[in-house]
């Protein structure tokens, strides 16, 4: 299987990541944080939209495998392992080396419940 890279460039750093290691990306303001499947959190400067672009500009149909949820994510859907919405949290896994968990809305949980559903990811 080969490796599908993803590039963020700004004026002093660059970060090439493998787009499958990435689990979710985390926007705070005019930053995003990249959180991989090792559990490391890397930082660009680049707000969550933009951070959106760069995955549909670099990646075309692979980005789709990427999901916007509210104002703070963009989780990598293959990650998803469990959506309680009652609890209002969304479980990130492999199953076997992390689990991430992150409260997000009800109305946002069922629309990512239903997606999944539908698309069966």
């Known amino acids: 299987m080969t490796q599908q890279r993803i590039y963020f460039n700004s004026r002093d750093k660059l970060v090439r990541l493998d787009i499958q290691k990435i689990v979710f990306f985390e926007g705070d303001g005019n930053y995003t944080y990249i959180v991989t499947a090792n559990k490391q959190k890397v930082c660009v400067t680049l707000n969550l939209s933009h951070t959106e672009e760069a995955l549909a500009l670099q990646l075309g149909e692979q980005a789709k495998q990427f999901m916007r949820i509210g104002k703070r994510f963009i ?19 492999d199953c076997e080396h992390f689990l991430f968990q992150m409260r997000i809305s009800k109305e946002a949980l069922k629309v990512v419940k239903e997606l999944m559903i539908q698309t069966k990811i």
């Open 75 to 93: 989780v990598n859907m293959n990650y998803i392992y469990q959506i309680d919405i009652l609890k209002q949290t969304l479980m990130l896994s």
